[in-house]
């Protein structure tokens, strides 16, 4: 079965440099959600997606943003890097579903090294 | 706002054996679901198990169950037989129900249990 797919999976950039971050949800999947997992830390939600329309918000710094496009992939956007942003970036996607919840699903994560 | 709490950093275990590891949580609300994730060394995220809070029996799959207090917001995860590859980190986490109509929010994460299972 299709699982979630993240690239790149693994980026290297510079203080002050800025950073692109994919994910292509699982077909028919409607809502992304992006999270930050430092090192030895457990995911911290940053945002969410339904539709196209920005669902959700968690701690995301200004200096990011998050969209979703018409085929439901999403793109996490990173400006003016800090040494703090390295960490790994999980996208997980799921499909609404009248009167439930629907379980999460993960990428494999891209990891981002800040020099 | 919702907490988990997980009280136990690392854990070991001797393959075969049985481990169990705790979690609790803090919430208002009545409507939830609870989840263990595995992470290994590969650092992907692995669902092994989901609680709906309006059940009142424990789910299992196969090796792994859980023990889910309501009363007491305690939701532990016991892994039988344990095997190699069940090093790992767990993560305890929870999710509101979503309204009728609304969309899902997001998972809330524990800080995690590292477990270590031994030959």
């Known amino acids: 079965a299709a699982g979630v797919i993240q690239s790149p999976r693994h980026l290297i950039k510079e203080k002050r440099e800025t950073a692109t971050l994919k994910c292509y949800p699982i077909?028919?999947?409607?809502?992304v959600y992006w999270y930050q997992q430092g090192p030895g830390q457990d995911p911290q939600f940053l945002i969410s997606f339904y539709e196209k329309m920005q669902s959700d918000k968690g701690s995301i710094p200004d200096r990011f943003s998050a969209q979703q496009f018409s085929d439901y992939h999403s793109e996490l956007n990173m400006s003016s890097l800090e040494l703090g942003d390295s960490a790994l970036y999980f996208c997980a996607s799921s499909l609404e579903v009248q009167g439930a919840n629907s379980p999460l699903h993960f990428g494999n994560g891209t990891r981002l090294t800040v020099t | 706002a919702q907490t988990v709490t997980q009280s136990q950093p690392e854990m070991s275990v001797q393959e075969a054996e049985t481990v169990t590891l705790s979690c609790t949580y803090d919430?208002?609300?009545?409507?939830?679901?609870l989840f263990w994730y595995k992470q290994p060394p590969s650092r992907q995220m692995i669902l092994v198990i989901r609680?709906?809070?309006?059940?009142?029996q424990n789910a299992t799959e196969n090796r792994f169950s859980v023990n889910f207090q309501k009363a007491a917001k305690s939701f532990s995860l016991k892994i039988s037989d344990s095997q190699l590859g069940d090093t790992a980190m767990y993560f305890c986490?929870?999710?509101?129900?979503?309204?009728?109509?609304?969309?899902?929010?997001?998972?809330?994460f524990g800080k995690g249990t590292k477990l270590s299972v031994k030959p």
């Open positions: 986490a929870f999710m509101k129900r979503k309204n009728y109509g609304g969309s899902q929010g997001n998972l809330i």
């Open positions: 609680q709906e809070a309006y059940k009142q």
């Open positions: 919430t208002s609300e009545n409507n939830y679901y």
């Open positions: 077909p028919r999947h409607d809502t």
